[in-house]
């Protein structure tokens, strides 16, 4: 799937090249479309990288050795230049609702290493590094709610942004609670 996916951005990229290169319109349907369509593929290839970054971690379990931490790693990073990218696209072409779901995709990939550094580090007490990674999915998800907030079709998109949210608050405070960070602060203001 990876492979095709690949191909499909080198082919949207000069599709896209050579439109442009026929037109001094940038408003021109086929150029919006294309530029769209790529954001989309890059969106799809992003959530391919993180969902290959989730197997690593889940395959690490209780002990992340090494080699499962560089190739998450590296998962992570192709992740989040491909969310960048399809971001770019988007913005590009004013598309709302895509925006959004790559930055609740962000979100949700900043979520996956503040957990990879859960299971990775010694678990004494929670690290600046995890909570960090917790507060940007929680900014990310702010803003892909802040996108959408005036439009009443995106409903749905919302919901899951809500959810994510939550979920997000949830597992920051569980890690907080289950290896609260005193050396850092009073057991009070965990």
Known sequence: MNGRLLLCCKCYAVAIERAESMTTDSKCESILSLKKKY?????????????EAQSC????GERFPKEEFQEFESF????LSCFESGMSKFKSVDDKAGNAKVMLNIGRLHCLKAKELCSRTARNEFSKDERFFFEQAIICFKKAFKILKQGKSFEEILELINFNIAETYFEMYKQLQDHPPLSACAQEEV
Do not use: N, V
């Open 39 to 51: 954001g989309e593929t890059l969106d799809k290839l992003g959530k391919w990288y993180m969902k």
């Open 76 to 79: 992570y990073k192709e992740s």
């Open 57 to 60: 971690l889940q395959k690490a």
